[in-house]
Each structure stands twice: as structure tokens, then as C-alpha cells.
């Protein structure tokens, strides 16, 4: 049986799939509701997908911000160590790398130049394009 791959998602890419989904971050969700990849997250990464999705300016209906959250009980949960490397330029993006790190996999963000490669503790970051790619090729 094969092994279904995990990632980290950063936040704007599970915003982004849900505004369009026919771009590579909804082609990427599509795979997380069809099972076909798996999440890993922590609580923080969690509370702040729900604070962003619900955020007015996106208009998402509660209901389907509710059906989004009810996906990641299938997801991968993972406790975390704080990140030791060298900081982000914005230090709340650490908790990705964190997660990322604990699990072994890689993060895919639609901001990486957040994630400066000399500050990434060797964990492989990808754009939602470049993972697509990576993981059809």
C-alpha cells in the first residue's frame, strides 16, 4: 500500500484554495479531502487557520468554515519544539518550520520569501506550484 504523503500548509494556501479552488492550493486541498495527502498541524496552526478563515474580509460562510475545520480530525497533530534556528523575518511563521521539523516533511507556503533558505533549518519549502511538481513528477 502506498504511504500518503504529509506537509505543512501555511495559512495562506488553505485561504487560497478556498477563494479558488482550481488554482495549486485548491488542487493541493483537493487532495487533502480526497485522502490522497495528510496535514500536519499543531493547535496554533490550527486557532490561526480558523481566525483567518473566519475573518470578515473573506466572506466564508460559517458553515463552510466549520467543514474545513472538521477535516483536520483526520489530519496529523504533532507537538512541537521551538524553532532554535535563526529567526523569520516575521517570528510567527516559526510555528510552520516547527511543525515541518517535528514531522520530517516540508512546508508549502504561498510566501516564501518568508521562509529565507538560510533560515529554514534545512527544511524543504515549496510554493504550492513548485510542491504540485515535486510531487507529480
Not at 34 to 44: F, I, K, T
Request: hydrophobic share 45%; aromatic share 10%; with cysteine.
Amino acid at each position: 500500500m502506498k504511504s500518503v504523503p504529509l506537509i505543512a500548509l501555511d495559512t495562506n494556501v488553505v485561504v487560497s484554495a478556498q477563494i479558488n479552488p482550481f488554482g495549486a492550493p485548491g488542487r493541493i486541498w483537493d487532495r487533502v479531502t480526497g485522502r490522497q495527502l495528510r496535514l500536519a498541524y499543531d493547535d496554533r496552526i490550527l486557532l490561526e487557520y480558523e481566525s483567518v478563515l473566519r475573518r470578515v474580509k473573506f466572506k466564508f460562510l460559517s458553515a463552510h468554515v466549520d467543514a474545513i475545520l472538521t477535516i483536520f480530525q483526520f489530519q496529523e497533530m504533532v507537538s512541537t519544539m521551538p524553532w532554535t534556528f535563526l529567526p523569520l523575518p516575521d517570528p510567527s511563521d516559526a510555528m510552520f518550520l516547527e511543525v515541518a521539523f517535528s514531522t520530517h516533511c516540508p512546508l508549502v507556503t504561498g510566501n516564501i520569501r518568508h521562509y529565507p533558505e538560510d533560515k529554514r533549518g534545512g527544511i524543504k519549502v515549496y510554493t504550492p506550484d513548485e510542491w504540485l511538481a515535486n510531487i507529480d513528477s
